[in-house]
């Protein structure tokens, strides 16, 4: 029997082997990992490996050109769904008839449908569209022409029943909003007036997403003879208003329609990731918002861009010389027309306004010439 103390010798060996195998093991971890290289190394090494710049970027426009060209699938169960949709128009209707406003949501683009919507049941109402995804809207240009057209109506009406002379046209785009939203809250049915519907394409577009906009048109649904149907899509929409704006002012009625169709329209003046920008992709942005002014309207453009292309090497055209070409073509009345004009050529980016060198202000288009050129023949 072996005594006690060598035991214990022998116990006490074969932990400081335990101890300096560990320490060995540890020494030999972080050698390695000295060796290796840091983090932010590999990181720079795999930024550096693949850059989005190296890749190479197809035109826009072939990109679009050939998504275009995808056949659709799953075409019968998207018309049954369509075809569901269809069959509530008249609950929609009831509801818009009660005071409320119908709220569109769901996957897909809305604007066919709700277009749809409005040519076949809302026939009693005067439809007035508002295309939210554009990149700039003139709300208030948009507000003051309903509020002209229910003047007319009202003129119209009085007229008739008397003898009197009719009163002069009256001017809402130079008034405050506070006074033409209060003249549209006096309009009643009484009055003779037909209803009128906005009809607004993405209400949650980022022309409208600011608190003015969206509180302005919530005091618009308010009106008496005012109602609204309005698509969202942005995940984040209803954090644009607040329990007072859903529920005595718009009056919500939410709609989930997913139509799974693709945003053609809404998505052109978004760049697509895998494509590169360039003029093709300005040009046709420029012809998308030219082809939903009136026909005035894409006139006066037309005789700014043919005297830019015609003198391409003067600062701009002077507003002046373009408000004679314009009256001599007879395509304004007053100058105040023609700002009109203006007002929504510069909202849509399509002028830009500078100051030439004996002081006036000169319009210039911000196109290259074989873009501009392109989108005067692409605009016939």
Sequence with gaps: MAPRGGQAAASSGSEDEEEEAEAGFSRSYFLAK??????????????AAG???????VDEQVLR????????????????LTRSYKEQYRNWLFELRCGFGLLMYGFGSKKLLLEDFASTTLTDFTVIVVNGYLPSINLKQVIATIAEMFWEQTKFKRKRQSATRSQPSQTFASQSMDDIISFLNNQTSEDGVDGVCLLIHNIDGPALRDAESQQCLAQVSCCPQIHIVASVDHV????????KMVHTQFKWSWYHVPTFAPYKVECVFYPLIL???????TTKTALVVLQSL??????????????????????????????TKCRERFLVSSQVTLNS?????????LIKIKKHSDGQ?????????????KLLQELS
């Design 34 to 47: 000295e060796k290796e290289p840091s983090s932010a190394k590999k990181r720079a090494r795999a930024a």
């Design 361 to 373: 202000d000169c319009l210039h288009i911000p196109l290259v010439p074989d873009a501009l050129g």
């Design 341 to 349: 004009h203006l007002t929504e050529f510069k909202d849509h980016d």
């Design 275 to 281: 494509a590169s920008g360039g003029h093709a992709q």
């Design 236 to 243: 984040n929409a209803p954090l644009l208003w607040d329990k």
């Design 51 to 57: 850059k989005l710049s190296d890749l190479n970027l």
């Design 65 to 80: 050109a050939s998504l275009a060209e995808i056949p659709p699938k799953h075409e019968k169960e998207v018309e049954a």
């Design 294 to 323: 009136t026909p005035n309207a894409q006139s006066v453009f037309r005789v700014l861009a043919e005297y830019q292309l015609a003198n391409e090497k003067d600062e701009g055209m002077p507003v002046s010389s373009l408000y």
